[in-house]
Structure formats: C-alpha cells, structure tokens
C-alpha cells in the first residue's frame, strides 16, 4: 500500500513539474511572440523612412551637385528630408541671411545653395569648437568658405531666462531685422530642459518681416512644447509640421 502511495506522489510531481516546465515555455513564446510583432513594425517603419531618406538624398545631390560627397547624414547630423526642405527653401525664396543654430552638414547644404543662387551668406552658432573646426574643414573641402560663417557660441546661462543655458550671442555680428531664415538644430537636448526654446526670443530683433524658421526634430516632445510656447509668446507667428523623419516645423509671420 505504502508503495502505492509513494509512487502516486511520484508521479504527481513529475506530472506537475513537466506542466510547470511547459506553461514556462508557452509563456516564454508567448512574450516572444510580443516582442517579434514590435520588431516586425519597427523594421517596417525604418525600411519606409530608409527609402524615403534614400530618395531625398538623390534630389539632394542632384541639387546641390557638390565637389565632395557630404559627410555621413542622420543620427547626429540632419536626415536629408530636412536638409532637402531647407535646400529647397534657398534656392526658392533666397535669402540674403540665414542663421543656424548648430553647424555641420545642415551649413554645408545652405551654403551650397546661397552659392547656386549667387547671394547669401550663413551664420552658423556652433557651441562646440571642435564640431565648429570639423564644420570649417568641411566648408573649405567644398569651396563654400565665402558662404559661411561658423561662430563660436559656447553655451552660457541666459539670465532672461533662467534655467535655459543657450549659444553665447558675444561674437554674432550686427544682424537686427536682416535674418530671412533661422534653421534650428541645436543645441543638443543634454543643454538643458527645453534647450532650443531659447532661439525665438533671443534671435527676434534679427528677424525680417519675411523670415523663415526651420526647426528640426520637431516629433519629439520638447520641440512640440518650445512651438506651443512660442506661437503662444506672439500671436502673428504661425506653424505647419512638415512630415520629415524627424519632424520639421516650419514658422512665419503672418503679413
Ligand atoms: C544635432 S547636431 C547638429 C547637426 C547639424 N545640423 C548637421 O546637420 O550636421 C547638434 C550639435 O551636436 C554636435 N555634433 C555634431 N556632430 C556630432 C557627432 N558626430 N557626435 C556628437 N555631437 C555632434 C555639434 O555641436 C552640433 O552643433
């Protein structure tokens, strides 16, 4: 009887082990499953924006027809549908000044295009001295130093606007009313909270009756907030989301 007994429990336990092992298992595939189908959309969404990217880059180098191809573009540098909006806004509307906040690429393409329309210069705010040096080269490899200007504006605390650290304005020269296009991309949002709210009321007096800003990055949620709280600083200025991978907010002031 005894025996029984021993073998009863036995073979419970062995049948509840194996169970617990299998619902471990299912449970295990089951989470899986999860994951692989978020993997599955995540893949699908970048091979959209890959061929997007991919053919915004063409119309780009058809555009801009460079001497030297252009350094590596996305992740720390601008997407080429930002860069090919911001091209194509040159060569239509030509402004005679355009200021940057942040350097790189983005200066190179708007250089490029003042120097296809014959007229223009770029000021680019570049916190970093290094990044502002790489940009130099980058410029000079391309025989756009006439074009572009990159300043060093290393970031320091506005006292206007406490808790805002922003580009140094020390060594901009004298551009009051004479800015025609503002492309923003910078600095990063490691500055501070909000780090790019500060390019609408410090650059202000330099805009013109016309001027253009382009603000990149705009689907994140910082850059939402800073167009929100812009557009509710001063009721003539209007917005319109441009569907670039990383967003791009174009703004303007109603005449
Ligand atoms: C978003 S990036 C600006 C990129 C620029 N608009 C372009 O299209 O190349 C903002 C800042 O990051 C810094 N930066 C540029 N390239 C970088 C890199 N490869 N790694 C880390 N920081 C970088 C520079 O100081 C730059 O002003």
Not at 10 to 24: C, K, P, S, Y
């Amino acid at each position: 009887m005894l025996w029984f007994i021993v073998l009863n429990i036995g073979v419970t336990v062995l049948v509840l082990t194996i169970a617990g092992l299998i619902f471990h298992k299912v449970r295990k595939i089951h989470l899986a499953s999860y994951d692989l189908v978020d993997k599955i959309s995540e893949i699908h969404r970048e091979s959209k924006w890959l061929y997007a990217q991919m053919q915004a880059f063409h119309s780009l180098d058809r555009l801009l027809q460079l001497p030297a191809p252009l350094p590596t573009l996305r992740g720390w540098a601008a997407s080429p549908d930002f860069l090919l909006e911001i091209a194509k806004y040159v060569l239509e509307a030509k402004p005679e000044t355009a200021l940057e906040c942040s350097s790189g690429c983005s200066t190179v393409v708007l250089a490029r295009s003042m120097q296809l329309n014959g007229e223009g210069h770029v000021y680019g705010l570049e916190h970093d001295s290094t990044y502002a040096a790489i940009t130099r080269r980058e410029l000079e490899r391309q025989g756009l130093m006439e074009w572009a200007t990159i300043i060093d504006a290393p970031l320091v605390e506005m006292k206007d606007l406490p808790g805002h650290r922003w580009y140094s304005l020390e060594s901009l020269p004298h551009l009051d009313n004479l800015v025609d296009m503002v492309v923003i991309d910078g600095p990063p949002m490691t500055a501070c909270n909000l780090a790019r709210y500060p390019a609408f009321p410090m650059l202000k007096h330099t805009f013109s009756d016309c001027c253009r800003i382009f603000l990149d990055d705009a689907s994140r949620s910082d850059e939402k907030e800073i167009v929100a709280r812009w557009l509710k600083s001063d009721s003539k200025w209007m917005a319109r989301l441009i569907n670039c991978e990383k967003g791009c907010a174009m703004l303007w002031k109603a005449q």
